[in-house]
């Protein structure tokens, strides 16, 4: 079959080419102009981080101020809980989730009987498909003063005192870890499930001929074989370690203000300085921070997976 | 694995079947507690076993169905519209990029990539949204932000057609004088079905799922509201059930903390009746997104 290569022998558009090509530029027209709207420019905009916004003169407008808005994001202690919170939280989600996916994943693999298998592996992922609307009812019906199920059956089941949830911030670190878990160990279990179903039958076969038994076969052929899923998982994690979930650290607390020094995280201070406190300066100075932290992270993350595991890294 | 040990299996088939139990009881939960009556509810709470048996809450929910249903109709129509949109876009911009010889592929590859790996976050979206585009309460504001496009996706389905539409085939067409349009409609995408349907999915659920659009660009039209925004401006805010509230029930009859419940249930339903049809999709969504498929 003849193969009609039109590689030119010299790289410039002729009018020619320009015809031929034309087409799928225009196709891709839409998406380029979505990305630069969606994308490109809000990055443009992080600019305005050293900019004094006045929304009656213009955004880009506005005069400039050096580094005043990060002065003043660093004048109160609100900077360190929110970082701090978002780094702790995304390294207890990290470390649950995975742990709780692997043991679930070994769990999964051990059921014999086709059907259970196959009904707990839908089950177990319903929780990862709610929104967190959702989710914050769930946590209401639990944890309402007057009505959730805690203060009414399990405590005083226990002999405790009722507690007034959405006003005591120290539950709340154990309150989210849970119910991130609940959300998302359906989702970890299946991922490292799949990597598991790859593995050679024949490994566990030639295993068990030689005696080993069940922990063993997990020492030494399972795990070694989950490790660059692990390792990836977590890698690109971490990446993400500047970031969380809105929904989570916002509306399953309530929004509630006293809750603020364990749940408060960048996306829900940068999003109460814009759009309740309307406290603009300091909500650019942290999202520029998140921005370019964010940006080291995945690059770095994404850095190292390729040195592992090409396939599973960005670039 | 291969475990002869009855005990083990046990044990790990019991831990299977508490963590699906888990996983379900708290919808129990919600579904029990709309079920009871409020003096039952103010007496024992939120309850798996209802002391007392009522649909107060559903009929309440049935006086007011017309704001219900016309928040269930814009997250359908939202879902809908920005499904469709995002996969036509998605289709347009992964077909060129998978062409070997485009000229200027790996700049334009390079345009999409980097979205994922840096963003402007939160503020200058916003500002840049409503200040210049002004799409504050309006329609739009639900279906163009963060979700429209995702650059993940264009690589995914670029990736599937590179690998499973044969480049063979495209030429020959090109050659039998089909214009790239046409190539794309009667070949690539009928060859791209599985990742169509793979990414179609996970975008309706993204749509389905979205709420913060709506509490970050609709301030005031609060008709514009889906079902995640409607529920969630009640969970926060139960005078706003009141103020729709059915001028036959007095407020002090107001059934609030079972509706809350009973709402849930509703919002909840059409996604846990579609799942069992979708939930293989869903999976091989999951796997083929985050780690290789």
């Known amino acids: 079959m003849e193969r009609v290569k039109q590689k030119p022998q010299k790289r410039k558009m002729s009018l020619h080419r320009m015809k031929r090509?034309?087409?799928?530029?225009?196709?891709?027209?839409?998406?380029?102009?979505?990305?630069?709207?969606?994308?490109?420019?809000?990055?443009?905009?992080?600019?305005l981080a050293f900019k004094k916004v006045n929304y009656s003169i213009g955004l880009f407008e506005s005069p400039w101020c050096g580094l005043e808005n990060f002065k003043y994001l660093f004048s109160t202690n609100d900077a360190f809980i929110f970082f701090r919170n978002t780094i702790l939280y995304n390294l207890a989600f990290i470390v649950f989730g995975n742990v709780a996916g692997i043991l679930v994943a070994i769990c999964l693999d051990t059921i014999r009987n086709k059907f259970f298998k196959r009904v707990s592996q839908v089950i177990i992922l319903i929780p990862y498909l709610l929104s967190t609307v959702i989710i914050s009812y769930i946590?209401?019906?639990?944890?309402?003063?007057?009505?959730?199920?805690?203060?009414?059956?399990?405590?005083?089941?226990?002999?405790?005192?009722?507690?007034?949830?959405?006003?005591?911030?120290?539950y709340w670190p154990v309150i989210l870890v849970v119910v991130n878990l609940w959300m998302m160990f359906g989702y970890n279990s299946i991922l490292y499930y799949s990597t598991l179903i790859g593995i050679d039958k024949s490994y566990y076969e030639a295993a068990a001929v030689d005696g080993a038994g069940v922990w063993a076969q997990i020492r030494h052929i399972t795990l070694p074989a989950l490790k660059p899923t692990i390792i990836t998982l977590v890698l690109l994690a971490v990446g993400r370690i500047c970031y969380s979930d809105f929904g989570l650290f916002y509306q399953v607390p309530m929004n509630s203000g006293l809750l603020y020094s364990t749940t408060q995280t960048i996306d829900t201070y940068v999003y109460r300085g814009l759009l309740e406190l309307n406290d603009i300066g300091r909500s650019t100075a942290a999202g520029f921070m998140q921005s370019i932290l964010g940006f080291i992270c995945v690059f770095t993350a994404n850095k190292v997976v390729s040195k592992i595991d090409k396939e599973s890294s960005l670039f | 694995m291969i475990c002869e040990n009855k005990v083990f299996r046990f044990?790990?088939?019991?831990?299977?079947?508490?963590?699906?139990?888990v996983c379900l009881l708290p919808f129990f939960l919600l579904i029990a507690s709309s079920l009871t009556s409020e003096q039952a509810l103010a007496l024992d709470g939120y309850s798996f076993f209802p002391s007392e048996f009522s649909l107060a809450a559903y009929e309440y929910i049935w006086g007011v169905k017309s704001d219900v249903l016309r928040a269930y109709g814009m997250s359908f129509l939202v879902t809908g519209v920005g499904t469709v949109i995002s996969l036509v876009i998605t289709m347009l911009f992964a077909y060129p990029l998978s062409r070997p010889d485009l000229p200027g592929r790996r700049a334009l590859s390079f345009f999409v990539f980097f979205t994922m790996l840096f963003n402007g976050g939160f503020v200058p979206t916003y500002l840049i949204y409503s200040q210049i585009f002004h799409i504050t309460d309006t329609i739009w504001a639900l279906i163009v932000p963060y979700l429209l496009m995702n650059a993940f996706y264009v690589i995914m389905v670029r990736t599937y057609i590179t690998s499973n539409v044969p480049n063979e085939v495209i030429e020959a067409a090109r050659?039998?004088?089909?214009?790239?349009?046409?190539?794309?409609?009667?070949?690539?995408?009928?060859?791209?079905?599985?990742?169509?349907?793979t990414v179609g999915l996970m975008t309706a659920i993204a749509y389905w799922n979205n709420w913060t659009n709506g509490i970050y660009f609709i301030h005031v039209r609060?008709?514009?509201?889906?079902?995640?925004?409607?529920?969630?401006?009640?969970?926060?805010?139960?005078?706003?059930?009141?103020?729709?509230?059915?001028?036959?029930?007095?407020?002090?009859?107001?059934?609030?903390?079972?509706?809350?419940?009973?709402?849930?249930?509703?919002?909840?339903?059409?996604?846990?009746?579609?799942?069992?049809?979708?939930q293989k999709s869903f999976t091989k969504g999951i796997t083929v997104g985050s780690v290789k498929g």
Do not use: C
């Not at chain 2, 044990?11 to 139990?21: K, N, R």
């Open chain 2, 11 to 21: 044990v790990t088939g019991f831990i299977v079947a508490v963590l699906v139990l």
């Open chain 1, 21 to 47: 090509y034309l087409p799928f530029y225009l196709m891709m027209l839409p998406g380029i102009i979505y990305l630069i709207i969606n994308n490109y420019m809000p990055m443009a905009g992080l600019a």
């Open chain 1, 139 to 170: 946590v209401f019906a639990f944890l309402s003063g007057n009505n959730g199920f805690m203060n009414m059956t399990i405590l005083p089941m226990l002999g405790m005192d009722p507690v007034n949830w959405y006003n005591e911030a120290g």
């Open chain 2, 222 to 278: 609060r008709d514009l509201y889906g079902i995640q925004n409607y529920l969630n401006s009640i969970l926060t805010n139960i005078s706003f059930l009141q103020s729709h509230s059915n001028p036959n029930i007095s407020l002090s009859e107001l059934p609030s903390v079972s509706i809350r419940m009973a709402l849930a249930v509703i919002a909840l339903l059409p996604i846990l009746i579609a799942y069992p049809f979708f």
């Open chain 2, 175 to 197: 050659i039998d004088g089909s214009s790239e349009f046409k190539t794309l409609i009667s070949i690539v995408v009928p060859m791209s079905k599985p990742i169509i349907g």
